[in-house]
């Protein structure tokens, strides 16, 4: 079957409704006693990427932006590695307060943070454009929405590519997808440059990996 018209069983994590209630639930708790909640995929991948990020002589003033950022924990490590122009972005109000709580608690006050919804038809201009856009695990949710994925899907690959700049690098951590996929997926705009590599496990004879990790670069528009 084409790659392209894949589509993942629906799932209430692709709904804005689910994640709604996941971060009203975690402000709470981040307030009664401390608990930021959910680093998906664990603190490994987001190690993976900053490894990445520094191996690569990433320099600390690139425009990074983390896209459906959560409770910001990956923009809280990037802000510890040195990094000093980040953006988070997620489609969740609540999210958005957990994240800007977490951040203030580490005296971490110049991390811009923006309510939109990366499936629109139309991202604000105010978001600006980025040398760096990071996504753990939002294609993912994106992917699940019982209305209409592939038109999502579509519509996210669009915006990404606008707020990056030519060249810019788009990396994705998703366990919905394999790295294959993610080249055919996002190929309208992108071309792979690097994966980061990941666990892989063996089952029935076959090797494979529970999360792909890849790097996309920005093809010249
Ligand atoms: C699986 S969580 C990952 C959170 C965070 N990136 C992490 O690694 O811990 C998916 C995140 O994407 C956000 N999200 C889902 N759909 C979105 C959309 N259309 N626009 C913006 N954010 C979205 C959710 O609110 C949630 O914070």
Known sequence: MDTDQTDLEPSELGTKEYWDSIYERDKTNYQDHGDVGEIWFGEDSEMRILTWLTRNDVPTDRRIVDLGCGNGMMLVELAREGFTELTGVDYCESAIDLCKSILSSQSMH??????????????????????????????????????????????????????????????????????????????????????IPTPSFNFGGKTGNVVSSVVFEKLST
């Open 110 to 195: 110049d991390v811009k943070l923006e309510v939109a919804d990366l499936t629109a038809k139309n991202i604000p201009n105010s978001l600006g454009k980025f040398d760096i856009a990071l996504d753990k695990g939002t294609y993912d949710a994106i992917s699940l929405t019982p209305e209409d994925a592939q038109t999502s899907r579509t519509a996210y690959v669009r915006n990404v590519a606008a707020i990056l700049e030519n060249g810019g690098l788009f990396i994705i951590t998703s366990c919905n997808w394999t790295e294959a996929e993610l080249v055919k997926q996002f190929s309208s705009a992108f071309r792979r440059k690097h994966t």
